[in-house]
């Protein structure tokens, strides 16, 4: 009991305490400040891999490949094992190629695409305001050791995706976590 | 200006005779209000059909699919905002009454309804063959589901994977995807400029039953306030366009014929300044329109709102024999005399507007029948009246004041200057159809009573939508529904190479959702006994990184399945695809068409000829389109040749009554010039002449066949020729005034029937006066 007590108490006083810091203290850590480290950072690409965890299988189904972004808004999945598969967002369509054929879709057509793509765009360039339109934001721990939560505002996303989790340290993401409404969640790392 | 001799006509007679007449009136007035079922459908409007093909049409544009489809489209709001209230009035929508259901092309909605084709997959998706669950088969399928998995894709497709790890659903989804429909953003259907968003909703009420619709309208007024206020709605379709015109005209004929009835009996009140004579005038006609009314249930069974609207047109014509009478009796004169003395006349004005409305009569419209027998009737019985019924009321004339009218200078340049306008005007109107445009309205669409406003709406919001007219499509006959259907299944392979050759984009066959019986039973067998798939899947599995009992959904649905009855149409009752098929797969004269509609068709001539090369195929390429146009063609050619037999009996009944060459030329010039002159005036106005003015045409005929007579009779002296041109005047101004006041409705048959009998009767009036030899005497008019 005192215990929880303690923890309540402490909890209590570090959010008055930041509180009553937060207005002088400029460079506080939140999601704006997050946003603009992210946005900050300079286009390029990463090598990443993914973890599929799910009911179906008996072990997680792995497969790696590159990441890439560019200003204003385009991200690129390139997955190089164990399948060549290509998912390229740009403007207001996700085109996929696989087996050879690609294919176009347009992002508004289903609101939970056009939800992962903001997930995947608005944390990797830095676009809060895309973020909003979709998600509730959440950030927990400190600029060294962030984690973002991000939940559908909307129930035909929440119908797939129940959550993305972001971590990072400063402007550099680490992982990207989507969990879906079936149980199944894919772990995507940065290496 | 006027002057009474008389203070009032003297009730000389008994009272007892007006007592009899009103109580005869009365009794007809109960026996209407007892019998007459008043009809809302406006399908009586549309033409009897002959042919296969012609009925099909009928039937397709009175409860066909595409008739019960309402489009709703709100918009003025931002994209969220129309994507939500979308979202919520569809759900709304789909539990309305009225409604078989409503869809905004999202996919979960889809889902939902697609419950029954998850159910049934190994039937209906044509991937299923004894080969699709070999290991190999099975092997290559389930590399694609776990390539899924690792995909960001493959959530969609996550929710059933483990009951069809082989993709059944969704290559029914495929089966049943004919492409057209409209973008989407928020997952639902957007406009291209994303202004706006579309629900297309299916009505319980067929298309033409306009009380049905006018409560559907109100429904999704009522459920889209409280889903989306403050949003804009719009509402079109054929259902639509019934209930708007019913609502215009029934508002329209309603004002409209209060106006002119308080105008014509202002009229009457001024010309006769005498109450007595007014109800002498009125009684005529009242005994005319219930006498026609009651014919007309006797005949068809019911009377059409638009037949009573059209009662007024009738007053208009039958008001002019009692005042005619009234009018041409000299004051102190017995009536029966008057009666006597124009009795000729009065029965050939009678017996040729009777004949004029004959063509009417006989219209394949069964909306104009009605007509034609109310005007037959009606004209008939206001006539006997007058000539009968008031001279047995009212033993002496009335006495008249007099009124003082504009002399008609008829100078004989006058004379030859409208001969010569009149030859302008024709020749104007000749040379304007020799140029390429054809007088004749052929669309069946414009037959239509609904608003041009409302059309254009339509044209708007469906090419907003990116989807055309359902117009050509391919009809598979046969003695039984599964026969029917048996067929379209048939010719699937012909549709899938028109398809590759780009002759159409898509097609929707009723097939898809209702494969033949045999095919059915085919894929159902080719189903693997359930130990032996899990035995197949278990090698498939061997190596692959799923859970050994993943798939156990997989086996227990196949087994299932193999258990199954084929789908039949009982099983997709309450969802949206029972109302499609209902549409689809149709009886019609003892026997079933199932119909396949064909989208983004290029070339309708080839498409025909491609279907002829197939021979002897119990299907035919049907374009609605082509077959409407033919109809309209038809109709009007029956219509000429009605008109043409009607001239022909009036020439007959003028010769008779007139017995002399000169006088019925001196009767037909005039009314023969006014028809002319107004159906140049028409064309050159760009009118496409339609059925409606056809009939139009007819009525100035009629009326201009009256004036005629009336100015041809003999006078005998400058007394008598004044009170006639007070009675035409009078009666010319009730007809002006009553059809004037109809060409202001915005219903398009009213304005049309209105505006041509207006100006007919105007130029009627002016060629008798100026051509008649009453005219010609240039004598003082009476003062």
Redesign the interface.
């Known amino acids: 009991m005192p215990d929880y007590f303690m923890r309540g108490w402490r909890t209590a006083a570090v959010l008055l305490l930041w509180t009553v810091c937060a207005p002088v203290h400029a460079q506080a850590w939140d999601v704006d400040r997050l946003m603009q480290q992210l946005a900050g950072i300079p286009e390029g690409q990463v090598n990443y891999t993914?973890r599929?965890y799910?009911?179906?299988?008996?072990?997680?189904?792995v497969?790696s490949g590159v990441l890439s972004f560019h200003r204003p808004d385009s991200v690129e999945?390139e997955?190089r094992t164990p399948?060549k598969?290509r998912?390229a967002i740009a403007g207001d369509e996700v085109v996929?190629a696989?087996n050879g054929a690609e294919r176009r879709?347009?992002l508004?057509?289903?609101?939970?695409?056009?939800a992962?793509a903001a997930s995947l765009r608005g944390v990797l360039l830095g676009d809060q305001a895309l973020l909003r339109r979709y998600f509730k934001m959440e950030l927990q721990g400190d600029e060294r050791a962030w984690r973002l939560a991000l939940e559908p505002l909307d129930a035909?996303v929440a119908?797939?995706?129940t959550r993305v989790s972001v971590t990072g340290s400063a402007g550099r993401i680490q992982s990207i976590d989507t969990e879906?409404a079936?149980g199944?969640h894919?772990l995507l790392q940065v290496q | 200006m006027a002057e009474r001799r008389q203070s009032r006509p003297r009730f000389t007679h008994s009272a007892a005779r007006y007592g009899v007449a009103l109580a005869c009136l009365c009794a007809l007035a109960l026996a209407a209000w007892k019998s007459l079922r008043i009809e809302t459908d406006f399908g009586a409007f549309l033409p009897r059909s002959s042919t296969l093909e012609q009925r099909l049409l009928i039937s397709q544009l009175r409860e066909g699919v595409v008739s019960r489809l309402m489009l709703i489209a709100l918009d003025g709001a931002d994209e969220q905002k129309l994507a939500q209230a979308s979202r919520d009035l569809t759900e709304r929508l789909n539990g309305a009454p009225g409604f078989d259901y409503a869809s905004n092309g999202s996919l979960e909605r889809f889902l939902e309804q697609g419950e029954v084709l998850m159910r049934n997959r190994y039937a209906l998706s044509p991937a299923v063959t004894p080969d699709r669950f070999t290991p190999p088969a099975l092997r290559a399928a389930l590399e694609e589901q776990l390539a899924q998995l690792a995909s960001p894709m493959g959530m969609l497709a996550r929710n059933v994977m483990a009951r069809d790890p082989t993709g059944e659903f969704l290559a029914v989804l495929r089966e049943l995807d004919s492409g057209g429909v409209p973008a989407l953003r928020g997952g639902v259907w957007f406009s291209a400029d994303g202004k706006r968003v579309f629900i297309l909703a299916q009505t319980r009420a067929a298309g033409f039953d306009s009380q049905g619709q006018a409560q559907a309208m109100r429904t999704v007024r009522e459920l889209a306030t409280q889903a989306a206020p403050g949003v804009n709605l719009s509402l079109t379709g054929p259902g639509v366009f019934a209930a708007e015109a019913r609502r215009l005209i029934e508002h329209d004929a309603r004002l409209l014929s209060l106006c002119s009835a308080g105008f014509i009996l202002a009229l009457m009140l001024f010309a006769y300044r005498s109450p007595l004579a007014v109800l002498l005038v009125a009684l005529p006609v009242a005994f005319g329109l219930l006498a026609g009314m009651l014919l007309v249930q006797a005949v068809f069974g019911s009377v059409h709102a638009l037949t009573v609207a059209f009662a007024a047109t009738l007053l208009g014509e039958a008001v002019d024999y009692p005042n005619y009478l009234l009018l041409n009796a000299a004051p102190g004169e017995p009536l029966s005399g008057a009666a006597q003395r124009i009795g000729r006349t009065l029965a050939l004005a009678v017996l040729t507007t009777v004949a004029s409305a004959l063509a009417l009569a006989m219209s394949g419209f069964q909306g104009l029948a009605q007509l034609g027998v109310l005007t037959m009737s009606g004209i008939l019985v206001a006539g006997l009246a007058t000539r009968w019924l008031l001279p047995w009321l009212l033993r002496e004339a009335p006495a008249v004041p007099r009124h003082r009218l504009p002399s008609l200078t008829a100078a004989p340049g006058l004379k030859w200057a409208s001969a010569a306008v009149l030859v302008m005007l024709i020749g104007a109107a000749a040379w304007t159809v020799l140029a390429g445009r054809g007088p004749w309205e052929e669309d069946l669409v414009a037959l239509s009573p609904a608003p041009p406003g409302l059309r254009e709406l339509d044209a708007r919001l469906r090419a907003d939508m990116g989807a055309a007219e359902a117009g050509v499509f391919v009809a598979s006959a046969g003695a039984s529904a599964e026969a029917a259907l048996a067929e379209a299944e048939r010719i699937r392979p012909l549709l899938e190479r028109w398809k590759s050759d780009h002759w159409i984009r898509a097609y929707d066959s009723p097939a898809s959702l209702l494969p033949a019986r045999d095919t059915q039973l085919r894929r159902l067998a080719a189903l693997p006994e359930p130990a032996t798939l899990e035995a197949e899947l278990r090698t498939a599995l061997r190596g692959l990184p799923f859970r050994p009992d993943a798939f156990t959904p997989f086996v227990r649905d196949v087994a299932t399945a193999r258990g199954q009855t084929p789908v039949s149409r009982a099983s997709y009752d309450g969802t949206p695809f029972g109302a499609k098929l209902r549409a689809q797969l149709i009886e019609l004269d003892g026997q079933w068409l199932a119909l396949t509609p064909l989208s983004g068709v290029t070339d309708t001539a080839q498409l025909a000829q491609a279907a002829e090369r197939q021979g002897g195929s119990a299907s035919r390429l049907i374009d609605l389109k082509r077959i409407s146009t033919r109809m309209v063609d038809g109709y009007r050619d029956d219509a000429l040749r009605q008109t043409g037999l009607g001239a022909l009996i009036i020439l007959t009944l003028l010769a008779a009554g007139l017995r002399s060459p000169a006088r019925v030329l001196r009767v037909t010039a005039p009314a023969a010039a006014g028809l002319a002159a107004t159906a140049a005036v028409l064309m050159l106005a760009g009118v496409k002449l339609s059925v409606f003015h056809l009939v139009a045409l007819l009525l100035v005929l009629g009326v201009g066949l009256n004036y005629a007579l009336f100015f041809e009779r003999p006078p005998h002296g400058a007394e008598e020729r004044g009170r006639t041109r007070l009675s035409l005047a009078v009666c010319a101004l009730s007809t002006i005034a009553t059809f004037g006041f109809m060409s202001l409705s915005s219903a398009p048959v009213l304005h049309a029937i209105g505006a041509t009998v207006a100006l007919g009767a105007l130029l009627c009036l002016g060629f008798s006066a100026l051509w008649s030899p009453s005219a010609s005497h240039t004598d003082t008019p009476a003062s």
């Open positions: 993914e599929k799910s009911a179906l299988l008996s072990k997680p189904a497969s999945k997955m399948n598969e998912y996929v696989r879709y347009a508004a057509s289903q609101p939970a695409l056009a992962l035909s119908r797939y995706v879906e079936s199944d894919s």
